[in-house]
């Protein structure tokens, strides 16, 4: 094998080593209420700050009971940029354990979903 093709193979092999990958996903970054968290007074907005802008046609959440039924929330808003959204909880939230499942597509077109919990005092 003649040297030039070896070099270009080793340089072929570390740059693939030193490469990062792309993550290209809108996962939770942050959340209000933050997760596992003990709550009081009761939130009155659900916040989740994704790590990338989505599109709001396509990302919301559900807000479910320790009874295990839905409460309200108003309709969802980006809000800072794209990549924070936003709920009103316009429900009563009585003491006990809720969560949060949520959903969003990335403005790239990547879709995620996930759930946390938080407790209302």
């Known amino acids: ?8 193979i080793l340089a072929a092999f570390a740059a693939s080593a030193l490469a990062t990958p792309a993550f290209a996903h809108a996962h939770l970054g942050t959340s209000y209420p933050v997760a596992d968290s003990v709550n009081s ?8 700050t ?5 599109n709001l ?35 009563t939230l009585a003491p006990g354990v809720y969560t949060v499942d949520w959903h969003a597509l990335a ?10 919990k938080f407790t209302v005092k």
């Open 1 to 8: 094998m003649s040297r030039n093709i070896r070099a270009a």
């Open 41 to 48: 007074p009761a939130p009155t907005e659900i916040d989740i």
């Open 50 to 54: 994704f790590t990338e802008g989505v």
């Open 57 to 91: 046609k396509f990302t919301g959440a559900t807000l479910t009971g320790p009874d295990g039924k839905p409460v309200a929330l108003g309709d969802g808003m980006l809000m800072g940029g794209d990549a924070m959204w936003m709920a009103p909880i316009t429900g």
């Open 107 to 116: 403005t790239d077109g990547h879709k995620t979903n996930g759930s946390f």
